[in-house]
């Protein structure tokens, strides 16, 4: 894929252009959990994202190849999402989010066995995830 | 610190809640980089955030006990913004957003050894980073 040349010549700047806010991550941290999803399972989160912010979101983030939008096998009405693999490359990003926020919030207890097993050894994990999730590609 | 109690049991969804922004991401870019900024520095920064929005994530930040605030020591009319702990603590987060962009964009000179830097041994860089903004508290 060609690096684009954005506006700054940080790399910070121009990611956060892309994904920096909370609905774009969490539409990322969705399909890290379940590989891929219908319009329909994003609503479903606990956050309860707008329907038209997902919508624009989901057209932005399909639009810079973050994600990619299929038919679904099961219905013509509907799409499936997934991660590419520039959206799995983000899984670093999104593990050091919950490693933050596991220091400064409680958690469930899914999120606390989540973060075991990301702990005992992160890169063997990032690896396994990642791998993981282009099995889905 | 106690951890608190947010309406989200995702430590992801929670912790964006407060900084999950591209402005508050690049507040703590900056400090980063400086240890310590008025606020005039912030405004010269190359993404010449709008004064209304420094001003608003400032305070959040500082409220949130990501900065801290404290009088210059030149000048009884400025105020010293640094990173506490819990904002030393977001340094992974950013690294690993810097490490996502060098894959998508170009990035300048001062960017790319910037980012030999932190892979040539990334835990050895943030132990090196973390310990050096400690000194600024």
Partial sequence: MAKKNRNSGCPVSNS????GDKW???IVRDLMYEKQCTYGDFLKSEEKI???ILATK????????IISKSQHPESKAKFLYKL????????PVLIEIYLWGEQYFELSENHKKFL???KKDKEAFLKRAQENLRKAL
Avoid at 16 to 19: G, H, Q, R, S
Avoid at 84 to 91: D, V
């Fill in 116 to 118: 075991q097993d990301v």
């Fill in 16 to 19: 956060l252009d892309i994904w």
């Fill in 84 to 91: 590419t693999e520039k959206g799995i490359s983000l899984l």
């Fill in 50 to 52: 707008a329907t038209n």
């Fill in 58 to 65: 989901l057209q932005i983030l399909e639009a810079e190849e």
């Fill in 24 to 26: 774009s991550l969490l």
